[in-house]
């Protein structure tokens, strides 16, 4: 069930890859969902905080339990869930999620760089389904959506009472399949686009030698944190560093996120050996400082960073960390 040590910290990234933020995110791990419905309740002592007066909370599922018209329309896992889903909801922080077991497996897929759908990264925003960033080369990017557009209906159904996970689960299909997304732009009329879904496979870094001033500038760009990033990275930098290249500029835009570890691991390449480049900082004062052990090859360059505000969690998680920056 639902574990603390399981607490998604929202980390600050700085150095080299700017300024994030803190927060926090809950899910519970699972394979996929819970084949049947619970009907007994387990452990419900455990863990329990001696301070914390639950008669409230129990005289209400008890009341439910016991004069509910229909028990057969209770599911003691949904109840269960939607009393965490609110406790969590109640904090205020729109960077702290509960995430239940399908939506896990979906978090899972998108960070092991390869899913089905039209390649968006989609968000709540003033509670109006946004996307958040197009993936490059997927069906929404070629389309022409853009980061801050507003999903406003998912085929013929609107997406105002729509959560996240039931947003994605209506964008994604089949491959070969069509969806379509009615949208707005910077406040202008609705438009419908029809985007045909394909096997998305996440990209991680490009690059390209530009000329600036008359001196060879290297752009490059890091498109998300996946597990793919670290190996690709090497190479590009490799790439780089046997170029002609004089300057170095770093685009984080539009960056959805990933790994944390791969971007102190990217870090290490800007940096010199044990320097600081997270601080995980917890409520009894306590804290965890994440140094770069790279070779800072990239020192070498002038550099500049290309990012905006902070747009949604930097996320970590067990086994696996992970991290977003910029809008």
């Known amino acids: 069930m639902f574990n603390s040590s399981r607490k998604i910290l929202i980390v600050l990234l700085v150095a080299v890859l700017g300024a994030g933020f803190a927060g926090g995110i809950f ?3 699972s394979n996929g969902a819970v084949a049947n419905p619970i009907k007994i309740l387990l452990n419900k002592d455990l863990g329990r905080p001696d301070s914390v007066d639950f008669s409230l909370f129990w005289d209400t599922w008890n009341s439910i339990h016991n004069k509910y018209v229909d028990q057969n329309a209770l599911d003691t896992q949904k109840l269960l869930y939607g009393a965490i889903q609110g406790m969590v909801d109640s904090i205020g922080d729109p960077y702290t999620v509960f995430f239940k077991p399908p939506e896990s497996k979906k978090l899972q897929e998108e960070i092991s760089g390869s899913f089905g759908g039209i390649g968006i990264e989609i968000g709540k925003r003033n509670d109006i389904l946004t996307v958040i960033a197009p993936i490059k080369d997927t ?18 159904k609107p997406t105002s009472n729509l ?10 299909g089949k491959r070969g399949t069509p969806v379509v997304l009615t949208i707005s732009s910077n406040g202008a009329d609705t438009k419908e686009v029809e985007m045909i879904r394909d096997t998305i496979k996440i990209p991680t870094v490009e690059w390209t030698m530009l000329e600036s001033e008359g001196k060879k500038v290297a752009y490059l760009q890091i498109f998300t944190f996946n597990q793919n990033v670290d190996s690709e990275f090497k190479k590009t930098a490799q790439e780089i560093l046997n170029s002609e290249a004089e300057r170095l500029i770093v685009d984080l835009r539009n960056n959805p996120g990933g790994l944390l570890d791969s971007a102190i691991n990217i870090a290490g390449w800007f940096l010199d050996k044990d320097q600081i480049v997270t601080v995980e900082s917890f409520k ?14 990239l020192k070498i360059y002038p550099t500049a960073i290309l990012s905006t505000a902070a747009r949604h969690p930097l996320r970590r998680y067990w086994p696996a960390r992970f991290m977003t920056i910029g809008e």
């Open 284 to 297: 009894d004062g306590s804290r965890n400082e994440f140094k770069s052990s790279g070779n800072s090859s």
């Open 139 to 156: 069906p929404a990017y070629k389309a022409g959506l853009k980061a801050g557009d507003k999903i406003i209906r998912i085929e013929d």
């Open 163 to 172: 959560s996240i996970e039931e947003a994605v689960n209506l964008i994604r």
């Open 27 to 29: 899910f519970e791990r």
